[in-house]
């Protein structure tokens, strides 16, 4: 998971339910058994640039789709409204949590 997705899970939690909550949570995605991601390499700026151009999404999904595709791995979430569309493409895989 990179850190601009925790980012993205904090400042949300944060505005809809205070500083005490998002930090709750913060301190759960760091205690999850998955690899935080802090750095953004050549391959994955790339990567994240073209499925944002192709896709319209947001910066933050852009570079979770691209750490998933350049890793072979699933990208774990509920968005459909944003994710459908791709999942359709077979370019990526999903696992969906609702």
Not at 11 to 32: C, Q, S
Request: net charge negative; aromatic share 8%; charged share 35%.
């Amino acid at each position: 998971m990179h850190q601009i997705n925790i980012l993205e899970v904090y400042y949300g939690i944060y505005r809809e339910d205070g500083r005490e909550k998002a930090d709750e949570v913060y301190d759960k995605i760091l205690n999850l058994p998955v690899t935080i991601i802090d750095k953004l390499d050549a391959t994955v700026i790339k990567e994240a640039g073209r499925l944002k151009a192709v896709h319209k999404i947001s910066l933050a999904d852009s570079i979770a789709l691209a750490e998933t595709k350049i890793r072979k791995a699933l990208i774990v979430t509920c968005d459909h409204h944003e994710f459908d569309v791709i999942e359709k493409n077979k370019e990526l895989k999903f696992y969906w949590i609702r």
